[in-house]
């Protein structure tokens, strides 16, 4: 058993790596909306509970002349070894931590050699393409290829268990590395188990193999919640997986058992789920046998698993219509076996589905609210920065207290943002971008200057700080990053480093990339995509009139403030007027009027800040923001670029020198490129679709809240305003 | 001589000057006031010059004694059609809007003038108020000059001792009042001037949030336009709620101050008149203990003349300052209780209307 997934890994490098460019996207996903893939990944869950009779029932429907024996055997099949191996993968941790240890060295080497991969991806192109054919063929020809691929893929499964852990905190550790480099080639490696599942499937398994992948990503990490180590998601893949061993030898066997789980008789299942959908009464006991089933094997994780399910069955119905419309569209594919149209197809049903998720998302509130309290000088002279308490509030379960705090300083912050951007940047999200750093302000609070405007300075900062916080944490896979938990959680942060520059630097450099790359190309980008070319002009536009707006409010609130100082010193004029008038009444009158003059300078002062905080400092954040969305286009358009390039020099290669073997090679090569680029690209295409989306639902529903608060605030600023004057009108009545 | 005497053929009390003409430059008033007799109406248009021509004519009353010891009504700067910003800054709070306040300030001045006992027995109010001819187009100004080498003057003599302590004390007092009623008046003026700034930024900002309506068809882009619709609209309630603000401070306190801080001048020049007079008495006095025998009878004739004439002033004075006092506290009062009204108005106003725009929020799905 120990063995068999290194051989299985060796054996079929190509064929893994070839289903994993498919699953690229969903690797993506699973940073994008950890919240809502978990719950898909459940519904395939359920659908796994069903195992025993349900898979059966699939297969009867798609090769019509089934009898049902196969699939029960299959069932069974899958049971029993999962079972066996969850035993072995305990005593494989327990006892001999070498053994995973190398399996992990094995899917390091094969993330270093992803270059060689992907020749190896392009040999590939056909073979899982025939095996998928070859699997339509043998499933119509019922029982013997069912069980058969099932019991091969219970079979992979150590494989897929000893693997799938470190791809998971892999992708935690640096996932940009994977997709900027050549990533598709990095996580072949991988994904070997999905890999497993592909070969005796048609690509709509590949689709839902995703949320299971994320799901193995997911649940160790819950149950290593337990567990104050957070370093586990940080650290190198090698230490990380040596700590697994050593520290949680149950915990993670257990998780990766359940997803094993999942993702063996998913694919299949997958199906079944579709068919079933409606059924879902019949899925609940189906969870709990599968409960029964890991809590067999696991003990510790039962009860979070029964939790994960019971959830799943709330979003089955949700799910189900959705499935049904993926399968469609992936059936198509499949039918082909073409990687190609099946990259695309994926990416449109991916896209379809996540925008679809999107409506889900709304619901899923993150109960977790940040604070950003008592600014505090540090130091003294230039040296001096300023500090901030970070306090978190939380429900939620991944984090270990509900309530901690946490010393920041300012470039914490930007070191914050440099990470997460160069992490999920490229992905497509949209990282909220923090304020920029002022040096003009900064040195006027170094200097010690205790003016109102380096006061102010402070002030604006602090609720910028705290905005941008809440927006990280609002993101539902930015949540998930280590890096922001460390952030929140952790006592002591490593100082960050190389802040120095403007916080917006980042996103400038990559513009400057982006502009670069356009104009070493000859030929003319065109946007393929009209909605791309929509949203582009609409945030350019929106980002002129977010600054208009910017300038409007700002020059507001310095009328404001010119106000409220004017008001002060007419109170004081009128103060002094009041002390020199002989007529008592008119004096009294006037000295009150000098204080209601105070009182309203007071509120007037508050309005100022009111406008300052509800719409100046928000719309700014908003043009940051949009520069975070707009920057991200520009990339896509250089993602475009290259490869369009790719496409040319490769039709460039083919048209020259046909003849040559050596070349054919090389341009098979670059075909193959071209093509990871396209589904990259459409990747990234989806994620920033999604994001956008979200990035306007955010903005509507924010603008609204503001705008009530702001409201809000106005509307008592008035009463209080009409008191004053009321009782003032009595004083000025009583002059005599 | 304190006769209430009626020699003005037109009421006083409700001289108002209705309208505002440009010509060129030159500021045209037109003045309405009803007769006395009947139910008719004289209408007559006045420039600035005729209006310091009566403001003239009424200071250079020689025969009426003790005619320095008035508190003239003050004439504010002489406005132009394109006033510089010089002018701008003299006149105030005079200055904004459309020459309304302008208006109501020469209209108050002419009722002033009239409700006078000693001004409105005046030939020249008269014909003022009633002749179809304008009377002051011809005369040239000579003021500017006495003008000035009063201010010198007056520095000179704003230390000297008085030997009434009544005048003493009203000297010293309205030395410190007419300071800080201009202050007042001024910083008031600021407070003003910002809230039209304010009214203006609103009116900007809510044009340009119409702008960022977005079209299509998602429900969150149209949710995201209505926002901005109605925050339009809310901020051009907050800029009508502080145009309206801005318009009553200069209605009420802004002329009461502007008022004031005049009337203070005003009297401040009386009793500077006053002051200039009782040294003059007193020149004549030690002139007339020191004079050669030789002209000792003429010294005394000089001194006795200055102290009748001191005496005179001193009585007009007293009085005028009693009624001064009282007509102040009176106009203040009314002021504040007037603003006061007004800007609670205001507020519940636009109270209301807030409110109704947060319900309006609120209603608009999330």
């Known amino acids: ?736 | 001589m304190m006769v209430m005497t009626s020699t003005l053929s037109v009421h006083g009390h409700n001289i108002k000057v209705t309208e505002v003409l440009k010509d060129g430059d030159t500021l045209t008033f037109l003045i309405v006031s009803q007769k006395l007799s009947g139910t008719g109406e004289h209408h007559v248009d006045r420039t600035y010059d005729d209006f310091e021509w009566l403001q003239q004519l009424l200071f250079s009353q020689e025969d009426e004694p003790g005619i320095q010891g008035v508190i003239f009504p003050s004439l504010p700067a002489k406005a132009s059609a394109n006033p510089s910003a010089k002018v701008m800054k003299q006149l105030g709070f005079l200055g904004l809007g459309e020459w309304q306040l302008y208006c109501k300030v020469l209209e108050r001045y002419l009722r002033q003038v009239a409700a006078h006992s000693i001004l409105s027995k005046n030939k020249a109010v008269e014909i003022f108020l009633t002749s179809s001819e304008p009377p002051g187009r011809q005369r040239a100004r000579k003021n500017l000059f006495n003008r000035l080498s009063q201010a010198v003057e007056e520095r000179r003599k704003e230390g000297y001792k008085d030997v009434d302590e009544f005048f003493q004390t009203e000297r010293n007092h309205n030395l410190v009042l007419t300071c800080y009623a201009k202050t007042a008046a001024e910083r008031f003026l600021d407070v003003v001037q910002s809230e039209q700034k304010i009214a203006v930024a609103c009116a900007h900002f809510s044009a340009s949030l119409h702008l960022c309506v977005e079209p299509g068809e998602d429900p969150d882009k149209q949710a995201f336009s209505k926002a901005c619709v109605q925050l339009s609209e809310v901020f051009d309630s907050i800029k009508k709620n502080m145009t309206s603000v801005a318009e009553n401070d200069m209605n009420t306190l802004g002329l009461g101050l502007d008022l004031e801080s005049r009337c203070q001048e005003a009297e401040k020049e009386m009793l500077f008149r006053r002051t200039c007079k009782l040294v003059e008495l007193e020149a004549a006095r030690r002139n007339a203990e020191k004079a050669k025998p030789l002209k000792k009878a003429a010294m005394e004739e000089a001194k006795k003349t200055a102290e009748i004439e001191f005496n005179d002033i001193c009585v007009v004075a007293k009085q005028e300052v009693h009624r001064f006092r009282a007509a102040r506290v009176k106009m203040l009062q009314h002021t504040l209780v007037q603003w006061c009204e007004k800007q609670l108005l205001t507020a519940k106003e636009s109270a209301d209307q807030f409110n109704q725009q947060l319900q309006a929020f609120r209603g608009i799905a999330p």
């Open chain 1, 1 to 736: 058993m120990v063995n068999s997934p290194l051989t299985e890994h060796g054996s079929t490098p190509s064929p893994a790596s070839q289903p994993s460019d498919v699953s690229m996207k969903p690797l993506r996903d699973i940073l994008d909306d950890p919240l809502i893939e978990p719950l898909s990944s459940q519904t395939e869950n359920k659908p796994t509970t069903e195992d025993a009779s349900e898979p059966s029932d699939d297969f009867g429907n798609l090769t019509s002349n089934i009898t049902d024996s196969p699939g029960d055997t299959a069932a069974d099949a899958t049971e029993i070894p999962l079972d066996k191996h969850a035993d072995d993968f305990v005593d494989i941790f327990g006892v001999e931590a070498e053994a995973p240890r190398g399996k992990v060295v094995v899917a390091d080497v094969t993330i270093e050699t992803a270059a060689h991969k992907r020749e190896a991806a392009n040999d590939v192109t056909d073979p899982p393409g025939d095996r998928k054919t070859g699997s339509n063929d043998e499933e119509q020809e019922v029982k013997e290829t069912s069980t058969d691929s099932i019991i091969d893929l219970s079979d992979d499964l150590p494989a897929s268990d000893s693997q799938q852990p470190p791809p998971a905190r892999d992708r935690f550790i640096d996932p940009l590395v994977n997709l900027l480099s050549d990533s598709p080639a990095a996580s072949d490696a991988k994904i070997p188990s999905r890999a497993t599942v592909d070969l005796f499937k048609d690509e709509g398994s590949d689709l839902f193999a995703d949320p299971r992948q994320h799901k193995s990503a997911h649940q160790p990490q819950k149950s290593l919640l337990d567990e104050p180590d957070e370093d586990l998601f940080c650290e190198s893949l090698w230490a990380a997986s040596k700590k697994l061993v050593s520290k949680e030898p149950r915990g993670k066997p257990d998780a990766t058992k359940a997803a094993s789980n999942v993702s063996n008789t998913g694919g299949p299942l997958q199906e079944a789920a579709d068919l079933f959908s409606q059924e879902a009464v019949t899925a609940v006991p189906g969870i709990k046998n599968a409960s029964t089933v890991n809590s067999k094997t696991n003990g510790v994780h039962s009860e979070e698993e029964k939790e994960i399910f019971a959830e799943a069955t709330v979003e089955l119905s949700l799910d189900s219509p959705r499935d049904e419309r993926r399968n469609d569209v992936s059936a198509r594919p499949s039918a082909s076996a073409s990687a190609l149209s099946a990259a695309a197809s994926l990416a449109k049903s991916q896209s379809a589905s996540l925008e679809e998720l999107d409506e889900e998302e709304q619901e899923d509130k993150f109960e977790i609210s940040i604070s950003v309290k008592d600014p505090e000088k540090i130091g003294d002279g230039m040296n001096a920065y300023m500090a901030y308490k970070v306090t978190t509030q939380t429900q939620l379960a991944m984090f270990r207290y509900k309530t901690f705090t946490a010393r920041r300083r300012f470039s914490d912050f930007l070191g914050l943002y440099e990470k997460l951007s160069e992490k999920h940047g490229p992905n497509g999200f949209i990282v909220p971008p923090p304020p920029e750093k002022s040096i003009l302000g900064m040195t006027k609070v170094k200097v010690g200057k205790e003016d109102s405007s380096s006061a102010d300075f402070v002030a604006r900062r602090r609720a910028a700080l705290e905005r941008y916080l809440q927006r990280v944490v609002n993101h539902p896979s930015l949540l998930q990053d280590p890096d922001v938990r460390e952030f929140l959680e952790r006592e002591e942060l490593p100082r960050a480093v190389g802040t120095q520059a403007l916080s917006g630097a980042g996103f400038l450099k990559m513009i400057n990339k982006a502009t670069d790359a356009v104009s070493k190309m000859t030929i003319k980008m065109n946007e393929s995509d009209v909605w791309f070319e929509e949203k582009l002009q609409e945030v350019e536009s929106a980002d002129q009139q977010f600054r208009k707006l910017h300038t409007l409010v700002e020059s507001l609130v310095v009328h404001r403030k010119e106000l409220s100082l004017n008001t002060a010193s007419f109170a004081k004029s009128t103060a002094m007027l009041g002390s020199a008038e002989d007529n008592t009444a008119l004096s009294r009158a006037l000295s009150q009027l000098a204080e209601v003059e105070d009182k309203m300078e007071q509120l007037h002062q508050e309005q100022a800040a009111n406008d300052t905080f509800s719409f100046a400092e928000l719309i700014a954040d908003y043009v940051r923001l949009l520069g975070a969305v707009r920057a991200w286009q520009r990339w896509q358009d250089t993602q475009a670029a290259l490869q369009k390039k790719k496409e040319t020099e490769a039709k460039l290669l083919w048209a020259n020198k046909p003849d040559k073997l050596q070349l054919a090679k090389e341009i098979a090569e670059w075909e193959v490129k071209v093509t990871q680029y396209e589904r990259d690209f459409d990747k990234v295409s989806a994620t920033v679709r999604k994001e956008v989306n979200r990035f306007d639902k955010e903005k509507a529903k924010n603008f609204k809240r503001e705008i009530i608060n702001y409201l809000e605030c106005h509307l008592q600023s008035k009463q209080q305003l009409i008191k004053y004057w009321e009782a003032f009108l009595l004083e000025a009545k009583a002059i005599a």
